[in-house]
Antibody, heavy 121, light 113 residues
Framework: QVQLVQSGAEVKKPGASVKVSCKAS????????MHWVRQPPGQGLEWMGI????????TYAQRLQGRVTMTRDTSTSTLYMELSGLRSEDTALYYC??????????????WGQGTLVTVSS | DIVMTQSPDSLAVSLGERAAINCKSS????????????LAWYQQKPRQPPKLLIY???TRESGVPDRFSGSGSGTDFTLTISSLQAEDVAVYYC?????????FGQGTRVEIK
């Protein structure tokens, strides 16, 4: 069965960077578009960006451009999301989510369990 | 960006009764070339990630009980739970995938009355 298992919670100081991982199993990572979505505590969902199955090209949400980097390692079936210049408003649950196999449409059929990133001085 | 607005923000329904959640998009999410509405619904239970329930506005994801149904077109959509069960207590989100960036509604909390 499809599984997305994410790394553990992180506490970071303002201005620092964080890197969250997401290990995929039950499907071939290199054949699906993959996404990151975040959710501040008690709030709604925000799409962060997409990584293409072929070549690993990326598209990021405009408000995160310049601070977010999404990568993947197909040999270990692992996705990574790095966010730099952390601010208190970046405190959130970060989810990896599987998109579609043959289309870039942003429909998410499987989600990781979430990684809580807390930014606090 | 397309703004998604849900109503109500919360509702309390008796077990076995019907629950309906509305979602309105700031512009049409109906793609004329294939006549499909690029609209999905997700369920998020406490301390869990969202779960895909409905896509293309009315297609149930595999394994989703048939008491969940989606309807609507263009800018106005509804998620209906025909007979509320205790396990349906959750926050429900609509999401468009018509264009980048995809955006979500603010969520509707469903509770038992």
């Amino acid at each position: 069965q499809v599984q997305l298992v994410q790394s553990g919670a992180e506490v970071k100081k303002p201005g620092a960077s964080v890197k969250v991982s997401c290990k995929a199993s039950g499907f071939t990572l290199a054949t699906f578009y993959m996404h990151w979505v975040r959710q501040p505590p008690g709030q709604g969902l925000e799409w962060m960006g997409i990584i293409d199955p072929s070549g690993g090209g990326t598209t990021y949400a405009q408000r995160l451009q310049g601070r977010v980097t999404m990568t993947r390692d197909t040999s270990t079936s692992t996705l990574y999301m790095e966010l730099s210049g952390l601010r208190s408003e970046d405190t959130a649950l970060y989810y990896c989510a599987r998109g579609q196999k043959d289309s870039k449409i942003t429909l998410f059929d499987n989600w990781g369990q979430g990684t809580l990133v807390t930014v606090s001085s | 960006d397309i703004v998604m607005t849900q109503s109500p923000d919360s509702l309390a329904v008796s077990l076995g009764e019907r629950a309906a959640i509305n979602c309105k998009s700031s512009q049409s999410v109906l793609y004329s070339s294939n006549n499909k509405n690029f609209l999905a619904w997700y369920q998020q239970k406490p301390r869990q990630p969202p779960k895909l329930l409905i896509y293309w506005a009315s297609t149930r994801e595999s394994g989703v009980p048939d008491r969940f149904s989606g309807s609507g077109s263009g800018t106005d959509f509804t998620l209906t739970i025909s007979s509320l069960q205790a396990e349906d207590v959750a926050v429900y989100y609509c999401q468009h995938y018509y264009s980048a960036p995809p955006t979500f509604g603010q969520g509707t909390r469903v509770e038992i009355k």
